[in-house]
């Protein structure tokens, strides 16, 4: 059974390898104290990218838009808002690549819909919507 690093270390191999092999250069800050695992040259900006492992909950891709820290003992969940460009989500399930942009993310998870819901609602975000080849900033 992989642990929470392997994983995650899997899901930053397969997504830098995708950009890679579609043109983007891209670079890892050193060390782990950055809010971004990633940096994606798209030859007019450079993009901040935090990379998460999503997984299937009923018609759904979900993956935590929120990290854990322990400050002085005490646990509290910080989002990443204005701290990155996008994310970068590995399905563990089928191994389907998405790239959300920060903006379109919750502050705590989100839900990546697989199959159209009955009703038209603004916060519903549609996994087609976001598949990576289509959804790669230019």
């Not at 798209?42 to 009923?58: A, I, S």
């Amino acid at each position: 059974m992989p642990n929470t690093k392997d994983t995650g270390d899997k899901t930053e191999a397969r997504v830098i390898h995708a950009l890679i092999a579609r043109g983007y250069s891209v670079s890892i800050p050193f060390g782990d104290n950055d809010r971004y695992d990633l940096i994606v040259d798209t030859g007019t900006e450079l993009l901040r990218v935090q990379c998460k492992t999503g997984w299937r909950e009923d018609d759904c891709v979900r993956f935590k838009t929120a990290s854990k820290t322990t400050v002085d003992g005490t646990t509290e969940m910080r989002d990443y808002e204005d701290e990155i460009d996008a994310f970068a989500v590995r399905s563990k399930d089928d191994g389907e690549l998405y790239w959300v942009p920060e903006k379109d993310a919750g502050r705590k998870s989100t839900y990546l819909r697989i199959v159209e819901p009955q009703i038209d609602h603004p916060g519903v975000n549609l996994a087609a919507e976001y598949v990576f080849d289509s959804n790669l900033p230019e």
